[in-house]
Nanobody
C-alpha cells in the first residue's frame, strides 16, 4: 500500500515561515509529478505548487515569490517552504503524487496538515 505522510503544519504569525514535508512510502517504482494543494474553509481545493520528476516547477500566482517547492527523489519526499505567510494562506494543505507502484499507476493524496496564519 502506498501512502503519503505530511508534517510541518501549525500556527504561525503573519510574516512568518513554515516548512511542510511529505514522504511517500510503500511499494513504489517511480514517482512522477508531486504537488501541494490547499483547501480553505468554504473554498475549493486549489493547486499551490507542483514539481516534476526532473525538477520543473509551477506555482499559483498567489504564492509566487513566497513559496518554494522542492523534492528529494532519493527519499521520495517533497517539501514546501512557505515564507512571508499571510492570513489568507490559512488552509489544510494536501500533498499529491502521481506514481507507479506494484498495482500500476496511481494518484495518491496525503491526509492533510493544517496551516493557520494568525496573530
Amino acid at each position: 500500500q502506498v501512502q503519503l505522510v505530511e508534517s510541518g503544519g501549525g500556527l504561525v504569525q503573519p510574516g512568518g515561515s513554515l516548512r511542510l514535508s511529505c514522504a511517500a512510502s510503500g511499494s513504489i517504482f517511480s514517482i512522477y509529478g508531486m504537488g501541494w494543494y490547499r483547501q480553505a474553509p468554504g473554498k475549493q481545493r486549489e493547486l499551490v505548487a507542483a514539481i516534476t520528476s526532473g525538477g520543473s516547477t509551477n506555482y499559483a500566482d498567489s504564492v509566487k515569490g513566497r513559496f518554494t517547492i522542492s523534492r528529494d527523489n532519493a527519499k521520495n519526499t517533497v517539501y514546501l517552504q512557505m515564507n512571508s505567510l499571510k492570513p489568507e494562506d490559512t488552509a489544510v494543505y494536501y500533498c499529491n503524487a502521481n506514481l507507479e507502484g506494484v498495482t500500476g499507476y496511481l494518484e495518491v493524496w496525503g491526509q492533510g496538515t493544517l496551516v493557520t496564519v494568525s496573530s
